[in-house]
């Protein structure tokens, strides 16, 4: 029933890594995405066999990562559900696709948060240098291991949400990414190397930025990225920068006017969103306004104030309270130290 192309499609859809804390969805759990895909785009009499209505009227967002791991009656056959709403719905697989991408990091970060081991003091304790004798010696102690466990946890929620946008920008602009070794893109000052490309649609070369970070104005990197437009010049495409936050900055400016100098363009803040959503049509803008836009936005604009956390480490799980609100988190590291 389905083709070899569309097959190829779900493999790479369902799997995500291959060794350590790798993601393999089920049938059944393509299904339940199936379902909510369907009902994203105003197609509920596809997903009667698969869910209710009422589990779904929430959204994604609004079901937890268990819902989709319910299994689903043998009778429901996937390939005929996906197949069944590939010819109903307009770029179905590509909405597939991503969503299944979302998914299965966010699945991932789950087993992140799980895993995380709290650090052994002796590996931080030279810190303790800058701030000893400012407080009681047990309280840094425990101020070096909890700063750190944070900060290794943002830190890999920083790496897989890089690891996320990507794919789905591409994916909404129906572009394709490249590798250094397999871009068209060749480096100016060396044509044998190639320059990895975020997308590539057409003759058009996509730089995709969630922000203008301090990092990347290092000298050293920075360059890398003024160079970026001139390469794609000379190797035919045209450079487009995308920055969806529009915080200026001059490091911001200098790149805009590198793109401008090779023929290119940029669009920042709400005019990278709203290229985004054009390019994207109606059924992949849809996903980017609700699944990505809304929630940032929404995010963003809920912090009053800045309230005040316990943590607290428990014998399997740590207790994470946020003003008056708490959640735990399971940990599958504490009982083995």
């Known amino acids: 029933m389905l083709d070899k192309e569309t097959r190829q499609l779900i493999n790479k859809a369902r799997t995500l890594g291959s060794s350590g804390l790798s993601i393999f969805l089920e049938d ?7 379902a909510v895909a369907a009902l994203d785009l105003n197609q509920p009499q596809l997903f009667n066999k698969i869910a209710t209505i009422e589990e779904v009227t929430n959204g994604y967002y609004g079901m937890g990562l268990e819902w989709f791991q319910k299994p689903v009656s043998d009778s429901v056959s996937f390939e005929e559900i996906f197949y069944s709403l590939q010819q109903t719905i307009e770029d179905f697989a590509t909405y597939f696709k991503v969503l299944c991408e979302l998914h299965k990091r966010r699945l991932k970060f789950k087993e992140i948060l799980e895993n995380q081991p709290i650090p052994e003091l002796e590996q931080i304790v030279p810190r303790c240098l800058l701030e000893y004798g400012l407080r009681e010696s ?11 466990w944070l900060y290794d946890i943002d830190n890999r929620s920083a790496q897989e949400t890089g690891y996320l946008f990507e794919p789905i920008l591409t994916a909404a602009i129906g572009g394709v990414s490249f590798a250094a070794s397999k871009s068209p893109v060749k480096r100016s000052n060396n044509p044998n190397k ?3 490309v975020d997308c590539i649609d057409g003759k058009l070369a996509y ?10 104005s290092g000298q050293g990197r920075f360059q890398e990225e003024l160079d970026f437009a001139r390469d794609c010049a000379a190797s035919g495409y045209t450079p487009i920068l995308l920055v969806l936050d529009s915080t200026p900055s001059s490091k911001l400016a200098d790149l805009i006017a590198q793109y401008s100098r090779h023929g290119g363009r940029a669009y920042i803040g709400d005019y990278a969103w709203n290229h985004l959503e054009k390019k994207a049509g109606t059924v992949m803008g849809n996903f980017i306004k609700k699944y990505v836009r809304q929630p940032l936005e929404e995010i ?8 005040p956390i316990y943590l607290v480490a428990r014998e399997n799980n740590i207790v994470v309270t946020i003003g008056d609100r708490n959640f735990s988190l399971s940990q599958n ?3 083995n130290e």
Do not use: H, N, P
């Not at 059944?28 to 199936?34: D, F, G, Q």
């Open 28 to 34: 059944s759990e393509l299904l339940r995405l199936c």
């Open 194 to 196: 190639g320059r990895q």
């Open 138 to 148: 047990d309280s840094l102690a425990s101020w070096l291991v909890w700063r750190k």
């Open 333 to 335: 590291t504490l009982g």
């Open 207 to 216: 730089e995709f930025k969630m922000r203008m970070t301090i990092a990347a």
């Open 300 to 307: 963003a604009y809920s912090q009053k104030s800045l309230e």
